[in-house]
């Protein structure tokens, strides 16, 4: 599942991120989703959000 629509991403659940810095290589970064930081419905990059650990990133996949 791709992390483009808000609708898809839970608080606790299991996701990959792009970080800002990672995103020409497109470098995922795995955790569990704290807070959702994006308020759109979709975003065509991903939905932001923050990770338990404190990173910041779009999401890219999430894990079912």
């Known amino acids: ?34 807070r959702l930081l994006t308020n759109s419905a979709t975003h065509p990059h991903g939905i932001k959000v923050k990770l338990e650990n404190g990173i910041v990133g779009r999401v890219k996949e999430i894990d079912d």
């Open 1 to 34: 599942m791709t992390g483009t629509e808000r609708k898809n991403i839970k608080i606790g659940a299991k996701v990959r991120v792009v970080q800002k810095q990672d995103q020409r290589t497109g470098k995922l970064t795995e955790g569990i989703v704290a």
